[in-house]
């Protein structure tokens, strides 16, 4: 990959304004996902490293190895029952990325965006739950309806987060 970040999952398509359900929880997320990668695209590896809202930890790069954490936690770890442990060591060690490789980031990213839409689409619906089990050892049951519908929110608040440190790299801005 070279110096400045084009990605090809930059193009965004809108969500469907009429369709079903699943289909409409998807379109939202894929949507938001395409969202965060255009704010990322274009960039250098040291904007995409840049904390330019100190006191802020954030970076876009932080955010992506983030990003790429959730979708493992929610999809492969809560939904599917798999188990994997974080990418980057311990809690919120993904947002330490001051010296992270960006190839690295988004190729995680990328896959775990895949793995998840291969396990939404083997869902027979979306009132299968998915398990998690706290350190304490209380278990919560969530919905794949509520899965999606919470990283929606986890993506538009992050790409909220997104758009500011974006207009301040490079005075880009944009929904």
């Not at 840049?50 to 932080?62: E, K, M, Q, Y």
């Not at 939404?120 to 739950?129: C, E, F, G, I």
């Not at 919905?143 to 519908?149: H, Q």
């Amino acid at each position: 990959m070279t110096d400045a970040y084009e990605l090809a999952d930059a193009a965004r398509t809108e969500p469907p304004l009429a369709a079903g359900e699943l289909a409409t929880l998807v379109g939202f997320l894929d949507y938001q996902r395409a969202t965060f990668a255009w704010k990322c695209a274009g960039l250098s590896t040291e904007q995409l490293r840049a904390r330019p809202l100190l006191p802020s930890p954030l970076s876009l790069l932080g955010l992506t190895r983030h990003l790429a954490e959730v979708e493992r936690g929610w999809f492969r770890n809560v939904l599917n029952g798999e188990g994997h442990p974080g990418f980057w060591g311990g809690r919120e060690a993904e947002f330490e990325a001051d010296e992270a490789d960006p190839d690295e980031a988004f190729t995680v990213w990328r896959g775990e965006c895949d793995r998840a839409r291969e396990l939404v689409a083997a869902a027979p619906s979306l009132d299968v739950l998915g398990h998690y089990r706290a350190p304490d050892g209380e278990e919560t049951e969530y919905s794949l309806r509520w899965i999606l519908t919470h990283m929606i929110e986890e993506y538009a608040r992050h790409n909220g987060h997104a758009d500011l440190i974006r207009e301040h790299l490079d005075g880009r801005t944009g929904e």
